[in-house]
C-alpha cells in the first residue's frame, strides 16, 4: 500500500512539473509572438513610408515625362507639316544662313515631294516604304546636310533609327557646324538611351549658338532621364516661354 501511494504522489508531481514546464513554454512563445508581432508592424510602418514617399514624387516625374513627350510630338508634327506646305525649303536650310544653290529646280522639287511622301507614308505605318522614299531624297541631293537632316526627321517618325542615324552623320560630315543637325542626333541618342552621347551634342548645338526651343526641350528630356526634375522643368520652362507647345 505504502509503495503504491508513494508511486502515485510522485505520478501527481511529475505531472505538475510538466504543466509548469508546459506554461513557461507557453510563456516564452508568447513573449515571442509579441516581439515578432511589433518587429513586423514596424516592417509594415516603414515599407508603407517607403511607398508613400515613392508615390510622392512619382506623379511629379510621370507628369513631366509625359509633358515631354507630349510637347515633342507636338514640334515634330510642327516640324513636318511646315515641311509638307512647303513654307520652308528643306534643302535651304543651314544654321549660319547661308544658301545651298541647287543646280536643278526640278530636283529640289522632287527631293522635297519624297519627303513629304515619305513623312505620309511613316504616319501610315508604313516604314519600308517610307524608307524608300528617304533614300531616293538622299541619293537625289547627297551634298546637302538639310536634305540629310530632314530625312533624319522623317526616319526617326518612320521608326528607323539606323538610317536616321546615318543621314544625320552625313549631314555634320557635310558642315560641321550645322548646329541643327546635332540636336537631331541628340534626340536620336536619347531615343536610344545614350544620355551622355545626347548631353556632348546639346552642348555643341549650344556652342553653335542654337537657341530655338527645340535645344530646351532635348535638355529637359536629358535632365529628366538623369533624374534631375528641378533642371528638366527649368529647361521645360524655357520651351515653353519661347513659344514652345
Known amino acids: 500500500m505504502g509503495s503504491s501511494d508513494s508511486q502515485k504522489g510522485y505520478t501527481v508531481l511529475e505531472i505538475m512539473i510538466v504543466i509548469a514546464i508546459l506554461g513557461l513554454l507557453l510563456s516564452v512563445v508568447v513573449i515571442i509572438g509579441i516581439q515578432r508581432a511589433k518587429s513586423l508592424k514596424s516592417d509594415i510602418a516603414e515599407s508603407q513610408n517607403q511607398v508613400t ?18 510637347f515633342q510630338k507636338a514640334l515634330d508634327a510642327r516640324l513636318l507639316q511646315a515641311l509638307e506646305e512647303k513654307r520652308t525649303p528643306a534643302v535651304f536650310r543651314i544654321s549660319k544662313g547661308v544658301r545651298y544653290e541647287a543646280q536643278d529646280k526640278d ?7 519624297l519627303l513629304t511622301s515619305a513623312v505620309i507614308r511613316a504616319r501610315a505605318n508604313q516604314p519600308k516604304e517610307a524608307l524608300a522614299m528617304l533614300r531616293e531624297a538622299s541619293l537625289l541631293s547627297p551634298l546637302d546636310p538639310g536634305i540629310a537632316t530632314q530625312s533624319a526627321r522623317v526616319a526617326i517618325l518612320a521608326g528607323e533609327g539606323q538610317f536616321a542615324l546615318d543621314q544625320i552623320n552625313s549631314a555634320i560630315r557635310l558642315d560641321p557646324e550645322y548646329a541643327e543637325a546635332y540636336l537631331v542626333r541628340a534626340k536620336i541618342s536619347l531615343l536610344q538611351e545614350r544620355t551622355e552621347d545626347a548631353l556632348k551634342d546639346l552642348q555643341i548645338a549650344t556652342n553653335l549658338k542654337q537657341t530655338g526651343p527645340e535645344i530646351f526641350l532635348l535638355f529637359s528630356e536629358y535632365y529628366n532621364k538623369k533624374g534631375d526634375l528641378q533642371r528638366a522643368e527649368e529647361n521645360l520652362a524655357h520651351y515653353r516661354n519661347l513659344g514652345g507647345k
Request: hydrophobic residues 45%; proline residues 4%.
Open 107 to 113: 530636283v529640289v522639287a522632287m527631293v522635297r515631294q
Open 53 to 70: 514617399q515613392g508615390e510622392n514624387l512619382k506623379p511629379d516625374a510621370f507628369r513631366l515625362s509625359e509633358q515631354i513627350v507630349g
